[in-house]
């Protein structure tokens, strides 16, 4: 078993079939392009993962090599002790917020049912025990009230929680989060984190990828700083740590007293601006 | 009354009214998922693909449907593998594949000397000219479809709102969308004779655009789309008996005036509705 160079949070040794997740020198890319190398990471069971580093460092890479969803070119990949992949009805995913239809004619409850799905099997309808467990994730979440609603008609946050509701339906034991509190305000992050922290603690794996140093620190208990490579990796604290962060950024991090600003994430800010504009309507 | 009662009295006319059902229904219920994913481009190039394959079929006496089921199936399957496997995009696959295969269509059409009329139906559309045994093969290829949709509508509609999720709990994904873009050739197929190979991608689209205006639940889509492709093909029907126009014309004509009518009129935010009951919706939501 390789360790990164920070020592990880993890003391105990465990082998790679009892992680919830274990890669070992991945090397992983798209067409000729290559995103990520030489990445090793044991993660166990009742993890709550951060994933941070700069835009283009491999963060949504990493996440879909695990999910399965990009398969590695090198290297060997164990999640929940299987071939990825193998473990799919175990494993719930959830997309950035932007590669969502939010016009798409669903309702809350509709979506969440949809974790329901693959374990029902082909030409299977929905039976009470799946109507239970979607009303059960949504009150877990705190959005029973809003079953019926067309998703796009929920603010960030609320179709958020509705994603997490799934993962929750689907009675996943990872959890995979692209960027799950980017473009929310302060109360609603910390809404998510809590949900989500809940869900670690009932033994749940939690890895989320994000852009919010300061969220990074505060709410995951274990940071994985990238930048093509796993450039550190330990407790949350790490996510502040100006020689780690300059390393991860290489450059393109500016310190200014306590607050940290990453100049080439304009695309963060956009999104915010219009999850504002959405809270002004009332949502 | 007798307007409506009348033509039953005629085989032709009873052929042509299953026809119209079937077409309406098949093709609401998979242009539903075609709306939702984006497909509509690849509907129209899959309606112009099938035409080599009807005259082909023509020339060696065999029925249409099976020519243009290989053709429009070949060139669906054609299309997802060669988007998949190249960095060209869809719709420029698309655009190549869509104007080549028609081109041999017309090519072959030109060729044939003679009396071609029941060629050109395939073209515009003539839903009165479905034989008996016609109507059975497109029957049961519709059955097809409707049983396929059956089987795996959830799984269908899961990788349509959300791939990376559905791909990552285990669905498989690509071979869906293969699955889906087999299941519009079918459609197609069943639909050409009725509405021709240049309006067919109307019924795939129209019926579903002009019931997502009125709905955001999935189920209710499908079912609305299903009553408007149906109303439109039967009334469409009528109008081209009545008025001794073509059909498809006609039939493309009524889903057409439908549409229109929902984007004017509809309650969720109609385009001719005063602006003040609009900009309530706007806030609600």
């Known amino acids: ?283 | 009354m007798d307007l409506v009662l009348e033509p039953l009295g005629y085989p032709i006319f009873i052929r042509a009214l299953v026809a119209a059902i079937l077409v309406g229904t098949v093709c609401a219920v998979v242009g539903t998922y075609v709306v939702l994913r984006g497909l509509a481009f690849i509907g129209d190039a899959i309606g112009h693909a099938a035409f080599p394959g009807v005259v082909v079929a023509f020339m060696l006496n065999a029925p249409f449907y099976l020519g243009a089921a290989i053709a429009a199936v070949g060139t669906a399957l054609s299309i997802g593998f060669v988007t998949r496997r190249t960095t060209l995009r869809a719709d420029t696959t698309i655009g190549v594949l869509f104007a080549g295969t028609f081109a041999l269509g017309i090519f072959l059409f030109s060729a044939i000397e003679g009396y071609v009329a029941d060629l050109f139906s395939f073209l515009v559309g003539n839903i009165l000219f479905i034989s008996f045994s016609n109507l059975i093969g497109l029957l049961i290829l519709g059955g097809v479809v409707l049983a396929a949709v059956a089987v795996l509508w959830k799984e269908l509609l899961y990788s349509t709102f959300d791939p990376l999720g559905a791909a990552a709990s285990g669905l498989p994904v690509g071979r869906l969308e293969y699955v889906l873009l087999t299941l519009v050739a079918l459609t197609i197929v069943v639909s050409v004779q009725a509405v021709g190979i240049v309006l067919v991608v109307a019924m795939l689209v129209t019926p579903p655009a002009a019931a997502q205006l009125l709905t955001v639940r999935f189920g209710r889509l499908m079912g609305l789309a299903v009553v408007f492709g149906v109303a439109g093909a039967v009334i469409g029907l009528y109008l081209s008996y009545w008025l001794d126009v073509a059909s498809g014309a006609s039939i493309v004509l009524v889903v057409t005036t439908i549409f229109l009518a929902v984007l004017a009129f509809n309650p969720r935010g109609g385009l001719l509705r005063p602006r003040g009951q609009q900009q309530r919706r706007a806030t609600a939501e």
């Open chain 1, 1 to 283: 078993m390789t360790f990164a160079p920070a020592a990880p949070a993890d003391t105990h040794v465990l082998s790679a079939a009892a992680m919830a997740v274990a890669l070992s020198n991945v090397a992983a890319g798209y067409h000729d392009r290559v995103a990520l190398e030489d990445v090793s990471l044991d993660v166990r069971p009742g993890s709550l993962l951060a994933i941070v580093g700069p835009n283009g460092a491999g963060k949504s890479t990493l996440l879909k090599v695990i999910a399965g969803l990009v398969p590695a070119w090198s290297g060997s990949v164990s999640v929940l002790g299987a071939a990825p992949g193998s473990a799919a009805e175990r494993i719930a995913y959830v997309p950035q917020a932007e590669l969502v239809d939010w016009h798409f004619p669903i309702t809350v409850s509709g979506v969440v049912m949809m974790g329901r799905y693959p374990r029902l099997g082909l030409a299977r309808r929905p039976g009470k025990a799946d109507r239970e467990a979607v009303r059960e994730a949504l009150a877990s979440v705190g959005m029973l009230e809003h079953a019926d609603r067309q998703i796009g008609a929920l603010s960030g946050g609320q179709r958020r929680r509705v994603f997490l509701a799934r993962a929750v339906a689907a009675d996943a034991e990872l959890f995979l989060l692209d960027e799950p509190v980017t473009g929310v305000d302060a109360a609603t992050q910390e809404d998510i984190m809590g949900i989500l922290a809940a869900n670690a603690s009932a033994g749940r794996t939690i890895i989320a990828t994000t852009h919010d140093l300061a969220c990074a620190a505060q709410c995951f208990r274990r940071v994985v700083a990238i930048n093509r490579t796993i450039v550190a990796d330990g407790p949350a604290e790490i996510a502040l740590d100006p020689d780690i962060l300059a390393r991860a950024y290489s450059g393109h991090l500016l310190v200014l007293g306590g607050n940290r600003v990453v100049l080439d994430d304009a695309h963060h800010h956009d999104e915010s601006a219009s999850e504002r504009h959405f809270h002004d309507n009332g949502g």
